[in-house]
C-alpha cells in the first residue's frame, strides 16, 4: 500500500484545475484547428482532475469522500482530519 498526504492531495488538484482551466482559455483565445486540440486536451486534464479528487480526496480513518470547506472533522464517521494524514490507496 502506498501512502499520500492529504496536503499533497490539495495541491496537486488545484495545479491540475489550474493548469486545466488555462489550456481551455488558450484553446478558446486561439480559434484554430491547434486551439480546438488544445482546448481538448484541457477538457481531458480537468476530467482527470475531477477523477483524481474523486479517488484520492478521502478520510484516512474511515475512508468516505472529503467534501472541500473549512471543516476539519470527517462529516461521516466524525474524526478529526489533518492535512497531514496519510490516505493510503
Known sequence: MHRIPLKIVTRLS???TVIGLLLV????????MIGL????????????????????????HCGSFLKTGCNRY????????????YIYF
Open 74 to 85: 470527517c462529516p461521516h464517521c466524525g474524526k478529526y482530519v489533518d492535512k497531514n494524514d
Open 14 to 16: 488545484v495545479i491540475f
Open 37 to 60: 486540440i488544445i482546448l481538448g486536451a484541457g477538457l481531458v486534464e480537468l476530467v482527470g482532475t475531477i477523477i483524481f479528487i474523486a479517488v484520492f480526496r478521502r478520510c484516512p
Open 25 to 32: 482559455i488558450i484553446g478558446i483565445c486561439t480559434g484554430t
